[in-house]
């Protein structure tokens, strides 16, 4: 037994995947993220795919010889900047390598910034000028010592850095990879100095460039100790329950790394993404194509990635942000556009904007009734009526989600509230269409030779209405579509296949008012969990599944696959 988890912004998902003899089963689960003590999500998450199985969490957890995991604590606490107060040790006169940053004032830009000189500016710091500290060393390229290391200028170093209130420090020599000695001193008179400190080397990144080492370097000493303590709490939280299995960490280069490892926190940055990439690649396969782009819409962003030759795409210039890196990482381009995007009005050119502030789980959008009052993409999709539940995890109040877009979004614009709601995806998804031709087009691929994957929570909602945007013609939405990433972690299989049967007739459960082309349609609603193989649809219609929804748009088609599979086949663009 496996399990896998995938810790994000919004939700926690997890999958726990029981192979028995002759038949593979798979418990889905979808918790709420908790800001505050992500453990708690990931509990909740697999006690819920554990239950989607028939058992209890401490049965599963005793039984599982393994748990992966994907985390995006590292990434949120470099956005939101709130991670460890960090110091930089570097050689004497080199203490400007991370402000020079290469000039690069367009690293890491879209192209349309890219040619706007008011956006130009070197990436951000993650540390104050005072913090960068240079000692006298030297090494060259060879790995000969050219200058012994200055001791006691070292020890000054960490006690001003120490007591200027830093509690990880990222040091980083010249030409440290050609011969660490140097830095590993440093990190020994650390450990004397200042013992409870965090200490990162750039000499454990194997590559000459030294702007991209020392950016790496102080990434994984800013995000390090949360990561730590995430994984730290984790594991004895999941120990105490039973497991006494191996817990691996996703990393953004697509392998993993045993919890009490080599673990670089830095090498976490990207692990959902390109978790869900992985389990792209493998579903690929299965459908026999070997061009793909997998979309990813989940609670806080939209990642995109692409698969040729039925391989990932590694990133030539690997970039998390605007900050460079110095290790393999497997190429997803994400921006803020996910289901808890804020909608709101631009007050200077008074015109709507989706996004990149997001809700969160906390308090999360209108809908949810945690104390959200602003507008959300997803309250947008409630108020159209495309979503109507997340099963177990979360009952939507549709009222509140129409309230709160009437009082932000309508009024203000003089739109009546669905017009405004389909304004609000309109805008999303030409954003998220933006960022495919980005990923495609401008790349020089034809994204109409490509199939499309759409997963994560939210992109079923939305799939057939970017993918017209862009000249796709064919859109699988997987099986385990919200907790794809985390399927991906676990190591499991794509496909499923449907968990009912049922006769010639798709099942309807019903009709639900939908919004489309100005209208209120009353649509039949299925019960994905019942579709058999083979079975048919023409929009407009919905599929409802425990913890998400595929919305058939008037002129999209659907059909279900012999492995549990969505294939669709997008009408004209919206």
Known sequence: ???????????????????????????????????????????????????????????????????????TVGLNALLTGTGAPIGLITTEGFEATLPVARAAKVAGLSPAEATEAVCWAKPPLLLSRRRIVGVPERIDAHGDMVRPLDEAAAVAAIKALRDDGVTSYAVSLLWSVADPRHEVRIAELIAEIHPSAHVSLSSAVPRIGEYERTMTT???????????????????????????????????????????????????????PVAGLLASAELVQQLGRSEAIATDVGGTSFDVGL?????????????????????????????????????????????LRVGPQSAGAQPGPACYRRGGTAPTLTDAAVTLGYLGGLGEVLELDREAAAFALEQEVAAPLGLSVPDAADAVVGVACSQMADLIRRVTVQRGHDPSGFTMLAYGGAAPQYATRYAAEVGVAEVVVP?????????????????????????????????????????????PVYDGLRLAPGTRLDGPALIDYPSTAIVLRPGDRAEITAEGHTRLFPGPPS
């Open 218 to 272: 102080v990434l994984d000493a800013s995000t390090a100790p949360l990561v730590a303590e995430e994984i730290r709490a984790l594991v004895e939280a999941m120990a105490e329950r039973g497991f006494a299995g191996h817990l691996r960490v996703m990393q953004s280069s697509g392998s993993t790394c045993a919890a009490g490892g080599a673990l670089r926190s830095v090498e976490t940055l990207g692990s959902g």
């Open 1 to 71: 037994m496996r399990i896998g988890i995938d810790t994000g912004g919004t939700f926690t998902d997890a999958v726990v995947v029981d192979s028995g003899p002759g038949e593979t089963r798979i418990g889905l689960g979808k918790a709420l993220s908790n800001p505050g003590d992500l453990t708690a999500g990931a509990l909740a998450a697999v006690e819920a795919a554990a239950s989607d199985l028939g058992q209890p969490l401490a049965e599963v957890l005793k039984r599982a010889d393994s748990i992966g995991y994907a985390t």
């Open 307 to 351: 698969i040729t030759g039925g391989e990932p795409t590694m990133a030539t210039r690997p970039m998390i942000g605007r900050w460079a890196l110095a290790h393999p990482v497997v190429e997803v381009v994400s921006i803020g556009t996910g289901g808890g995007s804020l909608a709101w009005i631009d007050p200077v050119l008074d015109s």
């Open 479 to 523: 099986a385990t579509a919200s907790v794809f990433s985390a399927l991906g972690v676990a190591g499991g299989e794509a496909g499923i296949g449907p968990l009912h049967t049922s006769g010639a007739e798709p099942p309807s459960v019903g009709h639900r008012d939908a919004w489309f082309g100005g209208h209120l349609i009353s649509c």
